[in-house]
Structures are given as structure tokens and as C-alpha cells.
């Protein structure tokens, strides 16, 4: 184990700006000090493995030898983080595997129609196996260069990489410009027919919930980076990321928690329950008050409480499952949710990946019973989703891991950026009301769009 202090930085994304450009590098971002919601952010950069996943084959860059793969990705990524390091450190990540297991990787895990077109030829999983990482922790002001040091070069670099991250940065932000109208992949009239066949389906009893979103885009020129610091501005979160990936960029900026293990205890944090914030505060708290005792809403949590406490338990001690927080309340920049919490003990026999692949992709972005939900999504949404509902993800060389779930995401491909957003859609939902919360989920990304800076020539 070896670990170096550095100068605090108050915010890491100057810390992360000296890598921003390099391929394979990526910010795991807590919105600190935008918010104080979370206390860590993890910098890598420079993986000694990338693995890569179209359909069926995984490219995997080991080292510079190029291999090719039909095993399965997520046994693939398990052999590659092989044994676990019991060397506790105290520190959330000193290695391992860090990047996104997008929504489409679902296929690999069942069997569902092909109809949805596939427009974002972005690797179904983008992981990168990185043998040191830079930790800011925001309660105590510190950051560390740690390294399990699996591999022989790490120490040979290791001053080169204290002094790149002791060193102010000269990098100048380059910034970007959108450059058409935003639009989405559905009109009006189209939502509202998709809703009612979702109705249709509840009402002959083939599922209690679906998830129903429509994907926007817009064409895109100028720096990922520079967007991705302006949407921190406009909606940070505590499970926010930037990746800097070769295929394309992914700017996330989610405030849901997908699964994380720390030993062998497990978290979950679903959010069901949307409602838009408002300027007044009077208003304001009058919209959370009514959020909070909404039945609707509590009816829609309840029910992806009652699916992930289904799903983790198959990784988790017998009668270890629990539910600490129901319908708690938490509020970001343009909207509140309704977000529980469910907690449970990590089997003996079961790692961190096991239990991933029990649970993906997250309840609260598919519906009730999951695969049935998932088939109509398919049938319904006109394009794949890609990374969104998706997760990225950083599982430690100790067994470690946390996730977010990819919502308030953007995905950079070619020349656009893309994002989706939607919401549960059960017995009591209005249509007018689902598509207007299908917006105000899209607000802080569509105020992105507002706020573009221009590109140097």
C-alpha cells in the first residue's frame, strides 16, 4: 500500500482539470462545494486495463496486448479485479475498476425484443482497471494519492503523478456551444399514446409500474469538460461524474445512489416521487409538504421498496434486509424526491459484483416486475437507452463498491449531446402531469443548454 498526501483543494474539479483531456479519465464527482451532500471525490486517470463491451464481444486492452472476449462482462471485470485486498486503508478507493455499465448491458442479464432503434454506438460497458486514484475528503480537508500497487509500474511513475496533482494548473477552459434547438425522439400526441398503452397493460395486470421517458438531444461542438462544469453549476449532486472515454463523454449529474458495499454492509437508495421546486419559499415548501403526502407517490416508492428488498436479499444474509428511511425527503436544485433507504449484510459467498448483477438495472428506472417492464420500455421507447439508467460505478481491489443510478445524465456522441427523462408510470397517473414532470426532470440539463459558452476558433 502506498499513499501520499497532497494540498487540499476545495474544489477537485481543479484537481481533475489537469487530466480532463485524457482518454479513460474520470471525476467521481460528490457537487462539493456546490452542496454538501456527500464527502469524497475520486479522481483516476491512466488505466493499466480497459475493457469495453459491443453486444456480444468485450475489446480488453491489457497492458497494450489486445484481446477478445464473448465471456460474460461482469465475470470478465471480477477475474480482472481478481482477489480481494483486505490492506484497509480508511479510504473509499485505492484501486480497481472505475466507469459505467449502461442500461443496454440488461440484455446480457435477459432475453428482450429487439424493436428500439440503436442510434448511440457507445460500449454497453466502459471500464477501465486504474492501480491509484486521487481522494479528496471534504470533512477533513485532506487529499491523499493511494495505490494498492498491483501492478509494477505504479511506483515508477509515482513522483510524476504527485507533482502533476501538487502543481496549479495552467489548463485554460476551452469552452462549447450548442448549436440547434433542443428535441425530443417524442411529440405530445406520441407520450400520450405510449402512456395509455402502459395504462392498457396495467389494467390487464402485466405489471404495477413503468418507467416511460423521452430522450432529447441537441447538436453539440467545443469541450465535454466545460459543459460538464457548467451543469455542476446549474444542478449539482451527490453521485455526479465526468468520464472522459475515447467512444464519446458522459456528464453526469445524478442524485440517486444505485448500491454500495463497505464491507459487507449494503445500501440502496431508491427515488420514486418527483415534484418541481419553486423561486417562492412559501410555495416551495408548500410543493415538498405536498410530495411528502402524496399517496400516489408513496404508493410508487413503496413498490420499488418492495423490488430492490426482493433483489439484494438475493446477495445478502437471511433477515439481513431492512428499511432504515421511507419517503424521506431530499431536495436538489430544481427538484425534491421522495428517496428510501435499504440496507442489508453482505452474504459470505457473494461479492460486490453478484450483487450488482442481482439488481441491474435499478427498479426505480425500470417498474413492477421488472422484466415485463423492461419489454414495454422496449416496445414503447423509440430509442435505446443506452447509458441512461445505466451506472457508473468503482469497485475497489477490497471489495468495495458504489454506484449511482444514470439519471440527469448526458451522453456526448459525434457531434450530440443526449439526455432522457421520465418518470414511474402506475394506475393513478394523470398523462398532462407525467409529461410535465418528464420536464421539470430535464429542467437543470435543458438550463445547460441556455448557458452554453462559446468555443475558442
Known amino acids: ?84 485486498d483486505n490492506n484497509l486503508s480508511g479510504l473509499p478507493f485505492c484501486g480497481g475498476a472505475v466507469g459505467y455499465i449502461a442500461y443496454d448491458l440488461g440484455r446480457r442479464l435477459e432475453t428482450l425484443p429487439e424493436t428500439a432503434v440503436q442510434d448511440i454506438a457507445m460500449p454497453e460497458m466502459a471500464v477501465g482497471i486504474y492501480d491509484w486514484s486521487l481522494i479528496i475528503d471534504h470533512h477533513l480537508r485532506r487529499v491523499w494519492l493511494a495505490s494498492f500497487c498491483r501492478f509494477d509500474n505504479t511506483s515508477s511513475i509515482w513522483q510524476e503523478l504527485h507533482d502533476l496533482f501538487a502543481t496549479p494548473s495552467a489548463t485554460e477552459e476551452t469552452g462549447f456551444r450548442i448549436t440547434s434547438d433542443v428535441k425530443s425522439n417524442m411529440t405530445r400526441e406520441e407520450y400520450g399514446q405510449a402512456f395509455n398503452k402502459i395504462k392498457q397493460y396495467i389494467r390487464d395486470g402485466d405489471c404495477y409500474q413503468v418507467n416511460l421517458s423521452q430522450r432529447f438531444s441537441a447538436d453539440f461542438e467545443g469541450n465535454t469538460w466545460s459543459a460538464y462544469l457548467q451543469l455542476r453549476n446549474v444542478n449539482p449532486a451527490p453521485y455526479a461524474a465526468y468520464l472522459n472515454l475515447p467512444s464519446g463523454a458522459v456528464l453526469s449529474s445524478s442524485p440517486e445512489r444505485f448500491l454500495r458495499v463497505s464491507g459487507n454492509q449494503v445500501e440502496t437508495k431508491p427515488i420514486k416521487g418527483t415534484i418541481r421546486r419553486s423561486v417562492f419559499a412559501y410555495e416551495d415548501k408548500e410543493l415538498a409538504v405536498c410530495l411528502l403526502e402524496s399517496e400516489k407517490d408513496r404508493a410508487e ?84 437507452r443506452s447509458i441512461y439508467c445505466g451506472s457508473i460505478i468503482h469497485i475497489g481491489f477490497d471489495g468495495n463498491m458504489d454506484s449511482n443510478i444514470c439519471i440527469r445524465t448526458l451522453t456526448k456522441y459525434k457531434d450530440k449531446l443526449y439526455f432522457n427523462a421520465g418518470g414511474g408510470i402506475v394506475w393513478d ?19 445547460l443548454f441556455k448557458q452554453d459558452k462559446p468555443a475558442c476558433p
Open 429 to 447: 397517473s394523470r398523462v398532462d402531469a407525467e409529461y410535465k414532470e418528464c420536464f421539470d426532470k430535464a429542467a437543470a440539463m435543458l438550463q
Open 1 to 84: 500500500m502506498k499513499v501520499s498526501e497532497l494540498p487540499y483543494q476545495r474544489d477537485a474539479a481543479e484537481l481533475f482539470s489537469r487530466v480532463a483531456d485524457e482518454p479513460w479519465s474520470m471525476f467521481l464527482d460528490s457537487g462539493y462545494p456546490k452542496i454538501d451532500m456527500g464527502r469524497y471525490d475520486i479522481i483516476v486517470a491512466r488505466p493499466v486495463i480497459t475493457l469495453e463491451t459491443y453486444g456480444d464481444t468485450t475489446h480488453i486492452n491489457d497492458n497494450g496486448n489486445k484481446l477478445v472476449s464473448t465471456e460474460d462482462p461482469l465475470l470478465l471485470l471480477k477475474q480482472y479485479l481478481g482477489d480481494i
Open 301 to 384: 416508492n413503496l413498490m420499488i421498496v418492495d423490488l430492490l428488498r426482493n433483489d439484494i436479499s438475493k446477495s445478502c444474509e437471511a433477515g439481513s434486509v431492512v428499511v432504515p428511511k421511507l419517503f424521506a425527503l431530499e431536495t436538489y436544485a430544481t427538484v425534491h424526491h421522495l428517496v428510501s433507504t435499504i440496507t442489508g449484510r453482505l452474504a459470505k459467498n457473494k461479492h460486490a459484483l453478484d450483487l450488482f448483477r442481482g439488481c441491474f438495472p435499478g427498479g426505480s428506472i425500470t417498474g413492477a416486475p421488472k422484466l415485463r417492464s423492461m419489454e414495454i420500455i422496449e416496445e414503447l421507447e423509440p430509442h435505446r
